[in-house]
């Protein structure tokens, strides 16, 4: 990961772990239901962001030199990591193995 995104996603997560104390403190004080789930889905929100950041990086470095490196293997790994990370994507994105003597078309 580098260095910016990386310090980026630290203090996202340092972040994040203060909300989720100041939730678990609120669910402790027997608050408001409805103001928990806003607190928690603000949580998810902020995780979201994150993982977007990381995934970002990772397209930019692990996936694109994986991509333009000559191993086929390789390749073929980490878009099927990519894939599952996403697994509605993948059933529409991946097709079956063509039967013997399908031409294709």
């Given at each position: 990961?580098?260095?910016?995104?990386?310090?980026?996603?630290?203090?996202?997560l340092k972040?994040?772990?203060?909300?989720?104390?100041?939730?678990?403190?609120?669910?402790e004080e027997?608050?408001?239901?409805?103001?928990?789930?806003?607190?928690?889905?603000?949580?998810?929100?902020?995780?979201?962001?994150?993982?977007?950041?990381?995934?970002?990086?990772?397209?930019?470095?692990?996936?694109?030199?994986?991509?333009?490196?000559?191993?086929?293997?390789?390749?073929?790994?980490?878009?099927?990591?990519?894939?599952?990370?996403?697994?509605?994507?993948?059933?529409?994105?991946?097709?079956?193995p063509a039967?013997?003597?399908?031409?294709?078309?």
């Amino acid at each position: 990961m580098n260095e910016i995104t990386r310090q980026d996603v630290l203090r996202r997560l340092k972040s994040i772990e203060g909300h989720v104390r100041g939730v678990q403190r609120m669910v402790e004080e027997d608050r408001y239901c409805v103001d928990i789930i806003k607190q928690t889905l603000a949580v998810q929100a902020a995780i979201d962001r994150v993982n977007a950041a990381v995934l970002a990086n990772h397209l930019e470095c692990c996936v694109t030199a994986a991509i333009r490196g000559a191993d086929s293997d390789e390749r073929e790994r980490v878009i099927a990591e990519l894939l599952d990370l996403f697994p509605g994507a993948a059933s529409r994105v991946r097709t079956p193995p063509a039967s013997p003597g399908d031409s294709g078309g």
